[in-house]
């Protein structure tokens, strides 16, 4: 079946600093990703709609300058988390439609920040 | 807006049956899904309604009530390995997903 892989899993940074999240479809092409974020004991909550070959939008009350995304090719986007803070530790999570009817999810990359 | 309900917490025993039940209230219908999500991972793909009715898959099936914005989904001879968190999510014409907060059910011995 369809893979969307997401990197890294885990990833502990410095407040201040930037981190890259990627997430790749592995054996389909997607033109749209999507982005959630979810924190302990809440659902995935939807920050950006990711679009190849154009900009993404975002999602009411999400700060596009702080999470930046680049989606530069039909298997690749990529998630930066810019001028990180503790409050922006969270669990992220890619997802990309193969077909009509199944949304595959990729890993999640458990962002905290020291 | 969107705005999906459904219970907070389950409990129920190994070997019998759990119906989680979820109402939700959206600006556009595209289809209803069903996630397991086990803590710390990913969710995984388990059911998809978008025409009323019951859809079954093996110990799992899901029922769909489009003008009562009603879904439930049913799970069957509980196993210990069924405790996670199953959460209900619409999409809409764009092919965004919104979610309810999630279901954590716990299966007992």
């Known amino acids: 079946g369809a893979v969307v892989s997401q990197h890294p899993s885990r990833v502990i940074c410095k407040s201040g600093t930037s981190v890259k999240i990627e997430c790749r479809s592995l054996?389909?092409?997607?033109?749209?990703m999507f982005w959630y974020r979810q924190f302990p004991k809440q659902s995935l909550m939807l920050m950006a709609t990711?679009?190849?070959?154009?900009?993404?939008?975002?999602e009411q009350g999400v700060e596009k300058d702080k999470f930046l995304i680049n989606h530069a090719s039909l298997t690749l986007s990529t998630l930066t988390v810019t001028s990180a803070h503790p409050e922006d530790s969270s669990f992220y999570i890619c997802?990309?439609?193969?077909?009509?009817?199944?949304?595959?999810f990729g890993q999640g990359t458990r962002l905290t920040v020291v | 807006g969107q705005n999906i309900d459904q219970p907070t917490e389950m409990t129920a025993t190994e070997g019998a049956i759990v119906q989680i039940n979820c109402t939700y209230q959206?600006?556009?219908?595209?289809?209803l899904f069903w996630y397991q999500q086990h803590a710390g991972e990913a969710p995984t793909f388990l059911s998809y309604?978008?025409?009323?009715g019951l859809e079954e898959k093996g110990r799992f099936s899901s029922f769909l009530s489009r003008s009562k914005g009603y879904s439930y989904l049913l799970l069957k001879e509980l196993q210990m390995k069924d405790s996670a968190s199953y959460l209900c999510?619409?999409?809409?014409?764009?092919?965004?997903?919104?979610f309810g907060a999630g279901t954590t059910v716990t299966v007992r011995a």
């Open positions: 997802s990309a439609w193969e077909g009509n009817t199944e949304a595959f």
């Open positions: 054996d389909f092409q997607a033109t749209t």
């Open positions: 990711s679009n190849e070959g154009s900009k993404a939008t975002y």
């Open positions: 959206t600006s556009g219908f595209n289809g």
């Open positions: 309604n978008v025409l009323d």
């Open positions: 999510a619409v999409r809409d014409g764009d092919y965004k997903l919104s």
